[in-house]
T-cell receptor
Framework: EAGVAQSPRYKIIEKRQSVAFWCNPI?????LYWYQQILGQGPKLLIQ????????DSQLPKDRFSAERLKGVDSTLKIQPAKLEDSAVYLC????????????FGPGTRLTVL | AQKITQTQPGMFVQEKEAVTLDCTYD???????LFWYKQPSSGEMIFLIY??????QNATEGRYSLNFQKARKSANLVISASQLGDSAMYFC?????????????FGTGTQLKVEL
């Protein structure tokens, strides 16, 4: 069974530029999560989708971050414009349902904002 | 207040020895779940073990066991017979329900180094 796929793996941009990350969850997984992991910290949930609907985006900085999951499968997370403090690893995870025990994580995208 | 506290930024253990990684949590929910994840240098989060708040027995998965002490709100991870490949960052996480969906709140992690 293929795992959660993410691209790109690494991205370097200048502040005020825009960037987009892509995630393809495990086939059949209804729930998709985007986490932000700043160096030295644990992951922090940015947004949770159930199929193509948003369940929780309370910690998403909506003035600059946006995410979509149009067909209930893959998802895109965008930052526009980027700030220095957005430098982090962005992890995508998926689970069978919103109440399942296990979330499966992708390899992450390491973003550096200069 | 921190919901998940991991007080050990770094731990060293000799190969084949057992090691305990500490985790305390804070919640007012009656129903919650506790997780441990391993994050090697490659960056991927690997699920290790899960303990539900109503589970009466401590969870075990191979060399991993979770020492769950509900009254003390602690959920320590015990790794038996450490291997060099166990060197990684370890995160404790909590899922609160029902309103929290399946959102996980993570601690700051413990860096484990297994030595020969």
């Amino acid at each position: 069974e293929a795992g959660v796929a993410q691209s790109p793996r690494y991205k370097i941009i200048e502040k005020r530029q825009s960037v987009a990350f892509w995630c393809n969850p495990i086939s059949g997984h209804a729930t998709l999560y985007w986490y932000q992991q700043i160096l030295g910290q644990g992951p922090k949930l940015l947004i949770q989708f159930q199929n193509n609907g948003v369940v929780d985006d309370s910690q998403l900085p909506k003035d600059r971050f946006s995410a979509e999951r149009l067909k209930g499968v893959d998802s895109t997370l965008k930052i526009q414009p980027a700030k220095l403090e957005d430098s982090a690893v962005y992890l995508c995870a998926s689970s069978l349902s919103g109440t399942g025990n296990e979330q499966f994580f992708g390899p992450g995208t390491r973003l550096t904002v200069l | 207040a921190q919901k998940i506290t991991q007080t050990q930024p770094g731990m060293f253990v000799q190969e084949k020895e057992a090691v305990t990684l500490d985790c305390t949590y804070d919640t007012s929910d009656q129903s919650y779940g506790l997780f441990w994840y391993k994050q090697p240098s490659s960056g991927e989060m690997i699920f290790l073990i899960y303990q539900g708040s109503y589970d009466e027995q401590n969870a075990t998965e191979g060399r991993y066991s979770l020492n769950f002490q509900k009254a003390r709100k602690s959920a320590n991870l015990v790794i038996s017979a450490s291997q060099l490949g166990d060197s990684a960052m370890y995160f404790c996480a909590m899922r609160e329900s029902p309103g929290g969906g399946n959102k996980l709140t993570f601690g700051t992690g413990t860096q484990l180094k297994v030595e020969l």
